[in-house]
């Protein structure tokens, strides 16, 4: 069996604070206002998006599927403020994309084809490579589009890295970056990942009834 997803709703609760273990300050969570991501199958894909367009998008999106539409994807952040009430440091803590604003009764892995939770060890999740820092959110359908645009990982690198910087000294920019393919203009959400290269999780958040409320990558440990 899987690790068991962790408490969310506890550890990403707007103004929550908490103490680092060496006491050398804490860490604020802050939850960003969100921005509209298309679904237009409705088939969800989680990924870095420098890869978005290569490969089958079939083998890609998750199993679990939801009605096509355009949803909010929210970025959950963590703030460091040290002993003297200084902000020194920003993160992404986690990315949610919001099917329905309900609460989330129960948490299952996010799973492609093939894939089965009954493979993994006590200590293993299935999650997504990241080696250049950043994840997003994409349509199945957006991804099979994103590979007929003319050098589309160029327009990725750019959006990513080519914005403004924040002055030398100050937090980083934490804000989600919108990308349009064609005349989908909320074609990818990307945000940073809050602990640099890895692999990422995504869980699925479904109401009392069943239903799925939304979808959470994790790119930033919970413990602690």
């Known amino acids: 069996m899987p690790l068991p997803a962790p408490d969310f709703a506890q550890l990403f609760a707007p103004g929550t604070s908490r103490l680092l273990p060496d006491a050398d300050g804490s860490l604020v969570v802050r939850v960003l206002t969100g921005v509209p991501l298309s679904l237009p199958s409705g088939r969800v894909i989680a990924m870095e998006p420098l890869g978005c367009g290569a490969g089958d998008p079939a083998e890609m999106a998750f199993t679990q599927q939801v009605r096509p539409g355009t949803y909010p994807v929210v970025l959950?952040?963590?703030?460091?403020?040290?002993?003297d009430g200084g902000h020194q440091d920003s993160r992404v803590a986690a990315a949610r994309l919001e099917?329905?604003?309900?609460?989330?009764?129960?948490?299952?892995?996010?799973?492609?084809?093939?894939?089965?939770?009954?493979?993994?060890?006590?200590?293993?999740?299935?999650?997504?490579?990241?080696?250049?820092?950043?994840?997003?959110?994409?349509?199945?359908?957006?991804?099979?589009?994103?590979?007929?645009?003319?050098?589309?990982?160029?327009?990725?690198?750019?959006?990513?890295?080519?914005?403004?910087?924040?002055?030398?000294?100050?937090?980083?920019?934490?804000?989600?970056?919108t990308m349009s393919v064609g005349d989908n203009e909320h074609a990818l959400v990307m945000f940073n990942t809050g602990r640099g290269d890895g692999s990422y999780p995504t869980w699925i958040g479904r109401?009392?009834?069943?239903?799925?409320?939304?979808?959470?990558?994790?790119?930033?440990?919970?413990?602690?």
Do not use: H, K
């Open 76 to 83: 959950v952040t963590v703030d460091l403020i040290g002993t």
């Open 99 to 177: 099917i329905r604003d309900e609460p989330v009764d129960t948490w299952e892995l996010a799973l492609q084809p093939r894939q089965d939770t009954d493979q993994l060890a006590d200590d293993e999740l299935f999650g997504y490579p990241v080696d250049g820092g950043t994840g997003c959110f994409v349509d199945a359908q957006t991804f099979q589009a994103a590979g007929e645009e003319e050098d589309f990982t160029g327009q990725v690198a750019e959006s990513i890295w080519g914005r403004p910087q924040p002055p030398a000294g100050t937090a980083p920019d934490c804000a989600p970056v």
């Open 207 to 224: 109401t009392a009834d069943g239903a799925i409320a939304c979808f959470l990558t994790e790119p930033f440990p919970t413990s602690g």
